[in-house]
């Protein structure tokens, strides 16, 4: 399984981008997912989870009213809504999914090794 995060990009602050992560092979249903980024000089931070049945999100304080987390079961693919853009959203961006970790407890309780599968990363740069 290969999560394939895309949708990154060079914007100016206040504009939006819309990122998405293909699931190719991944029993979609069965996972928690999310968002998470990482800013240079900085370590890896929580952005937004959702559930497996897609209804509960949870974002970090630092996002939440601007992005907002959805997923597609059809296409298999999580995707993050990014609006109102701020530099210090400049970072790259990685998916995430867990089977077992619940998304409510994501936010505060997770590892690089905790999570079941990673994307690659997409980049953001917000210029001001």
């Known amino acids: 399984v290969q999560l394939q995060a895309s949708g990154g990009g060079l914007v100016q602050a206040g504009g939006s981008l819309r990122l998405s992560c293909a699931s190719p092979?991944?029993?979609?249903?069965?996972?928690?997912m999310g968002w998470f980024r990482q800013a240079p000089g900085k370590e890896r931070e929580f952005v937004a989870a959702?559930?497996?049945?897609?209804?509960?999100?949870y974002y970090a304080d630092s996002v939440k009213g601007r992005f907002t987390i959805s997923r597609d079961y059809a296409k298999n693919t999580l995707y993050l809504q990014i609006d109102s853009l701020k530099p210090e959203d400049t970072a790259v961006y990685y998916c995430?999914?867990?089977?077992?970790?619940?998304?409510?407890?994501?936010?505060?309780?997770?590892?690089?090794?905790?999570?079941?599968?990673w994307g690659k990363g997409t980049q953001v740069t917000v210029s001001s």
């Open positions: 092979g991944l029993t979609f249903s069965s996972y928690r």
């Open positions: 995430a999914a867990d089977e077992y970790a619940p998304a409510s407890r994501w936010r505060t309780d997770w590892s690089n090794d905790g999570m079941d599968y």
């Open positions: 959702i559930n497996r049945g897609g209804i509960n999100t």
